[in-house]
């Protein structure tokens, strides 16, 4: 039997049990020769996981952390705050 996905972005929460997800992100990863283990120069999109066994809230919590450190790189306290609720808000409006 297929276990649930859901998917956000470019996330994906894949069920690990009762109310709980394992996350994973599609990212850029350089290209390593297998054999020399140095980077090539190109690059590729992998499946990396950013955590096992989580609850939704948790997910969540950690793909608006990620986005926010996609987009910034430096930001205050209160900057930080602010754009944490902006990409929560962001999500619940989906919801509805």
Excluded at 14 to 34: E, M, N, T, Y
Aim: proline fraction near 1%.
């Amino acid at each position: 039997m297929e276990k649930l996905e859901v998917t956000y972005k470019n996330y994906t929460l894949k069920r690990a049990s009762k109310g709980r997800f394992d996350l994973w992100a599609k990212v850029k990863k350089k290209k390593i020769h297998p054999v020399t283990k140095k980077a090539t120069g190109g690059y590729h999109i992998v499946d990396d996981n950013f955590g096992y066994d989580m609850v939704i809230e948790s997910c969540i919590r950690d793909i608006i952390e990620m986005e926010l450190d996609r987009k910034h790189k430096v930001l205050t306290l209160k900057e930080y705050l602010q754009e944490f609720k902006k990409e929560r808000k962001i999500i619940e409006e989906m919801l509805k």
